[in-house]
């Protein structure tokens, strides 16, 4: 399976010409770039949570992954050491080629609607007693004393709406800094780098603000937040004028959607732009069992959304779609990678190293999606059952006589 895979990735992908992108800032390194590059490719392809869990194939069982690092397979030390030294715009251009490989290859939905992308924040992993210079820090209790407790966040953008889950990049908060400063700075060079891969930029509440969508307005991309409390004006403007408007409706399966919709809205302080509300009701029927009887439970709940997008080109139907899919980010990317690919362990605690390593998890990941969608039938599919029994499968397959396309590059001196 991991020959199978290999072939795949470098002739969809062109891998191995890839590979000389990766570089570091080592004066005269022994081991090659691309060698440390495709050990840790091949410790997040086989779902190795951890640099140690890698450690018995590279020292204990080189002979299992010659065929993917070349004849000198690196330490676990060397791994953390290049990773921190290793520079992270050549592993964005990396994913940037696969992701335009991606678009190509029509992998990516295509149509007329406009495409949406989502930012938005996330905790990595935290420590009381491990630090560096661009930690964040905070005052917890604990047993009634404080206690400093160091961590770090990063934003990440992410592509929704599309069956695979296509993570474009990533910004790590520096120390004292707001989530929404770093997002701008990912936004800039997610910007450059992906000029039209989507025309909406998508956030919570905690983006809605006029620097922000000034911001996306100015880049040629419209905004879609969501609106609560603290936007008290514009609620109270569209809470009037929705209050003189019937109530349409749509049905989605069990979900009964109430809306409404209105744009003109001038009263968000520093916008340059009238906004666009859309009001949500949406009532969903449930069905539980309590105490041996069927019990029927209806929940209810509320949804505001400002957008820059005018009615005539994003329908309201479409506004509520993208305003959920939002949680794309939080379930195919945060919660999935958290729990089952070690996106919240520390392989090394340096700020280069944490970028270089979440980079490298979000190729392998959209790698390992596309050939479990696009190359494995589905009578394979339903005998490995998920994408964690595909990471096993190249595992276990480790033991056999694999030679990636690859191999010639890393054998040769650096």
């Not at 666009?276 to 709940?301: D, I, K, M, P």
């Amino acid at each position: 399976m991991m020959s199978r895979f290999c072939r795949y990735v470098d002739k969809c992908f062109h891998f191995r010409d890839l590979l000389p992108l990766f570089t570091d800032a080592r004066p005269q390194p022994q081991i090659p770039g691309a060698a440390v590059f495709a050990s840790v490719f091949a410790l997040f392809a086989c779902n190795r949570t951890s640099l140690n869990s890698l450690e018995k194939d590279l020292i204990h069982f080189p002979a299992r992954l010659r065929g993917l690092v070349g004849p000198h397979p690196p330490s676990i030390d060397t791994l953390g050491r290049v990773y921190d030294l290793a520079h992270s715009d050549g592993l964005r251009q990396i994913l940037v080629a696969v992701h335009h490989r991606l678009k190509r290859n029509k992998a990516l939905a295509d149509g007329d609607d406009l495409k949406v992308a989502a930012v938005d924040g996330h905790e990595f992993f935290k420590s009381r007693k491990r630090c560096c210079a661009q930690c964040q820090q905070r005052a917890i209790k604990v047993q009634g004393e404080e206690v400093v407790e160091y961590y770090h966040q990063g934003v990440i953008c992410h592509l929704i709406e599309h069956r695979l889950a296509v993570p474009l990049d990533v910004e790590l908060l520096r120390p004292g800094e707001g989530e929404e400063t770093a997002a701008k700075r990912l936004l800039e060079r997610v910007f450059a780098n992906y000029p039209r891969y989507f025309d909406v930029v998508g956030g919570d509440a905690l983006y809605f603000d006029a620097p922000f969508i000034n911001f996306c307005r100015d880049h040629g991309k419209h905004a879609l937040v969501v609106v609560k409390g603290d936007q008290r004006l514009l609620l109270q403007d569209a809470q009037g004028i929705f209050a003189q408007q019937p109530a349409q409706t749509w049905q989605d399966g069990r979900r009964t959607v109430q809306y409404w919709d209105a744009d003109g809205f001038t009263t968000a302080e520093g916008v340059r732009q009238p906004l666009r509300v859309v009001h949500t009701v949406e009532t969903v029927r449930r069905r539980a069992r309590v105490a041996g009887q069927w019990q029927h439970q209806e929940e209810t709940s509320s949804w505001y959304w400002a957008t820059t997008l005018p009615q005539r080109h994003l329908s309201t139907r479409r506004v509520w779609q993208a305003g959920h899919r939002r949680w794309d980010v939080e379930n195919d990317c945060f919660n999935t990678l958290s729990a089952h690919w070690g996106l919240d362990h520390c392989f090394k605690h340096g700020p280069a190293a944490i970028v270089n390593f979440v980079l490298t998890l979000f190729l392998v990941y959209v790698l390992l999606e596309c050939f479990w969608q696009r190359n494995l039938k589905a009578p394979l599919r339903s005998a490995i059952g998920t994408l964690l029994g595909l990471a096993e499968e190249l595992r276990r397959s480790l033991g056999d006589p694999v030679r990636a396309p690859w191999y010639g590059q890393l054998a040769r001196a650096p």
